[in-house]
């Protein structure tokens, strides 16, 4: 699907801005902002700290409704820049308040104190972090789904009938 | 700790009233609208005060403002600016957020809601009719006292008898849920969840994430204000009945259709513990009729539908982040009711009820918007809330069930929205700090 340059076909106003459509790749995200000077390797560290968290608690980005997520440190000549890519079964604007509340439990709000931009007073403004993610998100035009429109949800469930019927067949030998 | 002699008691305490009177009205000049307020704080009842005198008490009066109210007293700009943008932009200009497509857009209201010429609501609630006449005319005398206040609609609510519980013009009996807000005192029924922080109900006070910031300027202002949404929601009955009956083949069916469109028999029973059969004697104790949850015993909504009514309004164990969405609801019917057997006749009856919160993009509107009017609340795909979701004739209602599920399509609008407004309802002091607010602060 090609997708106009603000995002969206037809502005649909939602809670906290416009709507961006459900696509072949269901909803995501690209926040990319440039890392606060000296802070390339406290944002990598994050890495590993997200890892342990899901490691200990693997329902804990439940909220997300993730597919994918990718984190990425790039530098194309103006000092290095992170970009949070995620795929998603939910509406941004939905559930932008629930993945906030997340970040925080988690730590992963605390890999954007590295970034420029962020407000200072995150832990008491919602307004200004969403701001912040609303004004360095850039919308894709182009997404491509090779099983398209298809939630994670229903993917596990197909895969699990899958196994279930695998393990029948093998019984009934 | 909570302030209880500076809350309005309308955000705490459900008063003995069967009848009441919402007015509507607009101000001419600030210092007129002030002159208005001036003289009517006295009769607004604090909780503390209502609490203290409901047995006596025969009427209770309570008072708040819209975004351009509070401007048309005379607020000057930087007050003005540090209310959030949801309540500033007013109920209206959010009708995208809200859902309010078709019928239910704000250009087919009653005339002078959606428009910046509202600037307050008084409510009245009185325990009989005779009162109410009386706190009419006396209202009516003091309007005629004070200059420059004009009244842009008026509606009278009355219960629909009889009076032992509270019944909506489908049958179905109300007020059977509330938020168990901490500080209050009050003891929650089993099933309620656990205590929620007074802050996501009434501004100042901590709330679930912490402590009070962001709020409205100056302070005494915003403490023990919070703000409402105001919805008035025509009821079909005609149409309504007519649903049951075509889909339902005896009166025992057809109220097994209302319950799974509400998620309640109509006696109040939770599907979640009567699934099959209507059990009034679970509906009338509230000991037993909210103690249930979804998540481990009904996820598939074999008992509940995942779509009904109040499954929608109240996720419970099935949402993220619950504590963060309840909200404190109050309101009355409107309306004679129309009686059983009788075709419809074209009068208008309905709802006229109040949402509480204290961040109304966060509860009130995310309600509206992601579970009441969003087609793929829980991967549904094409459903809306059954009773006030905007029905248009395309969506559809799954009812799961053993063996076939049974799915209803071309679902009609039940109910239409006919005005709504966002309105701040302030604290006692602050109404004295608007009341008294000088000219030369603008």
């Not at chain 1, 459900?22 to 406290?42: D, L, Q």
């Not at chain 1, 103006?78 to 906030?100: C, N, R, W």
């Not at chain 1, 429109?149 to 695998?166: F, G, M, Q």
Request: with cysteine; aromatic share 10%; proline share 7%.
């Amino acid at each position: 699907m090609a997708i106009p340059k603000e995002g969206y076909f037809q502005l649909e106003q939602g809670r906290y801005g416009p709507i961006y459509p459900r696509t072949p790749a269901n909803y995501g995200f690209t926040i990319i902002a440039k890392i606060k000077p000296g802070r390339e390797t406290a944002v990598r560290e994050y890495g590993a700290t997200i890892e342990q968290a899901v490691a200990g608690q693997p329902e804990v980005l439940a909220p997300l409704r993730l597919h994918y997520l990718r984190w990425v440190i790039f530098d194309v000549g103006s000092g290095p820049h992170f970009m949070y890519q995620g795929i998603f079964d939910t509406d941004f604007d939905k559930y932008l308040e629930d993945a906030v509340a997340l970040f925080v439990k988690t730590g992963i709000t605390t890999v954007f104190v590295n970034l420029e931009g962020w407000p200072d007073d995150w832990k008491t403004n919602l307004p200004a972090v969403i701001k912040f993610f609303r004004d360095n998100q850039r919308p894709s035009f182009l997404e491509y789904g090779e099983y398209p429109y298809v939630t994670a949800d229903e993917v596990k469930k197909a895969l699990r009938v899958k196994s279930a019927l695998s393990a029948m067949l093998d019984q009934m030998q | 700790m909570l302030e209880f002699d500076d809350i309005q008691h309308f955000v705490l305490t459900r008063v003995p009233a069967v009848t009441g009177r919402y007015e509507f009205l607009s101000f001419q000049e600030p210092s007129q609208g002030r002159g208005w307020l001036a003289g009517i704080i006295d009769k607004v009842e604090s909780a503390q005060a209502a609490a203290a005198g409901i047995e006596e008490g025969k009427r209770w009066v309570s008072v708040a403002l819209t975004w351009t109210g509070l401007r048309a007293l005379g607020l000057d700009g930087g007050s003005l600016a540090s209310f959030p943008e949801d309540f500033r932009q007013g109920m209206p200009a959010r009708w995208q957020v809200l859902g309010d497509t078709g019928a239910n857009h704000p250009d087919r209201w009653i005339s002078g809601f959606a428009g910046p010429d509202l600037h307050a609501i008084v409510i009245l609630f009185a325990r009989n009719v005779a009162e109410r006449q009386r706190s009419t005319e006396e209202h009516q005398a003091y309007r005629a006292r004070t200059p420059g206040v004009t009244l842009l609609s008026s509606l009278d609510v009355d219960a629909i008898p009889p009076f032992d519980q509270a019944r909506d013009h489908f049958g179905y009996r109300d007020r059977l849920t509330q938020p168990p807000i901490e500080g209050t005192g009050v003891e929650p029924t089993p099933g309620s969840g656990p205590l929620i922080k007074a802050g996501e109900f009434i501004l100042g006070y901590a709330d679930e994430d912490g402590p009070p910031a962001g709020l409205p300027q100056p302070e005494i202002l915003s403490r023990n204000g919070t703000y409402m949404a105001y919805r008035r929601l025509q009821e079909h009955v005609g149409a309504f009945r007519e649903f049951l009956r075509k889909h339902g083949e005896t009166p025992e069916e057809q109220e097994w259709v209302a319950a799974k469109l509400m998620g309640r028999w109509r006696s109040g029973a939770p599907l979640a513990l009567a699934p099959d059969k209507d059990d009034p004697a679970l509906a009338a104790d509230p000991q037993r009729n909210n103690n249930f949850t979804y998540a481990k015993t009904d996820p598939h909504g074999y008992a509940t539908p995942l779509g009904a009514h109040i499954r929608r309004m109240n996720p419970r164990d099935t949402a993220v982040n619950i504590q963060r969405r309840r909200m404190i609801r109050r309101g009355a019917t409107y309306g004679p009711p129309l009686r059983e057997g009788s075709a419809e006749d074209g009068v208008d009856r309905g709802v006229a009820a109040f949402v509480l919160c204290a961040s109304l993009v966060r509860q009130y509107e995310f309600a509206q918007n992601v579970w009441i009017n969003d087609p793929n609340f829980h991967e549904l795909g094409n459903e809306r809330d059954p009773i006030i979701g905007t029905q248009d004739g395309t969506f559809d209602m799954t009812i799961p069930k053993r063996p076939v599920r049974r799915k209803i399509t071309g679902l009609p609008a039940f109910t239409t929205v006919r005005s709504g407004a966002y309105f701040f309802l302030p604290g006692i002091k602050a109404l004295r700090y608007l009341a008294t607010l000088s000219e030369s602060a603008r």
